[in-house]
T-cell receptor, first 112, second 110 residues
Framework: DAEITQSPRHKITETGRQVTLACHQT?????MFWYRQDLGHGLRLIHY???????NKGEVSDGYSVSRSNTEDLPLTLESAASSQTSVYFC???????????FGEGSRLTVL | QKEVEQNSGPLSVPEGAIASLNCTYSDRGSQSFFWYRQYSGKSPELIMSIYSNGDKEDGRFTAQLNKASQYVSLLIRDSQPSDSATYLC??????????FGGGTRVLVKP
């Protein structure tokens, strides 16, 4: 069965360190997204990609970067982790223009 | 003003009753509307999508859309304890990306 997987599922890091969260999907979807979820804010879009070599900033992109070198993967990098980036991160993918998203299991990141 | 607004709840309903959830959005150009369910500690999953004005029914769920009023709602009939979750309203204002509301927490009491 097609799926979307995230790793690591849980990570604790220190302020200032670089962190990369992996996202791998086997749906063969062109569209991939990274959201963060915090209490009181719901899901907020960080970055998204509509295909290989395409990346776009979302509403909360400061301090984050992504790259898309193939269809299956969209890693999210925190260049210098800050405590404000403690959150649950969800990767999602979709096909076409329907807007129906398939989510990964989430990655809980704690920045101390 | 947030782009997608929901009452955070919790919305407490007795088992067997109807749960009514509301969502308003600000972008009049939005064309696609979705309801996602998220259990505690889990990822969101799509339960309903609606694209045109009116009602759309799927099992115990009914989505209602009124584009003139910029309003989307979700009705859960015969609510069960397993319906206890957070329900996220999502809107597709442009392109293929979704904007989510903050979610409404629903508690169904036996």
């Amino acid at each position: 069965d097609a799926e979307i997987t995230q790793s690591p599922r849980h990570k604790i890091t220190e302020t200032g360190r670089q962190v990369t969260l992996a996202c791998h999907q086997t749906w063969n979807h062109n569209n991939m997204f990274w959201y963060r979820q915090d209490l009181g804010h719901g899901l907020r879009l960080i970055h998204y990609s509509y295909g290989v070599q395409d990346t776009n900033k979302g509403e909360v992109s400061d301090g984050y970067s992504v790259s898309r070198s193939n269809t299956e993967d969209l890693p999210l990098t925190l260049e210098s982790a800050a405590s404000s980036q403690t959150s649950v991160y969800f990767c999602a993918s979709s096909a076409g223009t329907t807007g129906e998203l398939f989510f990964g299991e989430g990655s809980r990141l704690t920045v101390l | 003003q947030k782009e997608v607004e929901q009452n955070s709840g919790p919305l407490s309903v007795p088992e067997g009753a109807i749960a009514s959830l509301n969502c308003t959005y600000s972008d009049r150009g939005s064309q696609s509307f979705f309801w996602y369910r998220q259990y505690s500690g889990k990822s969101p999953e799509l339960i309903m999508s609606i694209y045109s004005n009116g009602d759309k029914e799927d099992g115990r769920f009914t989505a209602q859309l009124n584009k003139a009023s910029q309003y989307v709602s979700l009705l859960i009939r015969d609510s069960q304890p397993s319906d206890s979750a957070t329900y996220l309203c999502a809107v597709n204002p442009a392109g293929n990306k979704l904007t989510f509301g903050g979610g409404t927490r629903v508690l169904v009491k036996p």
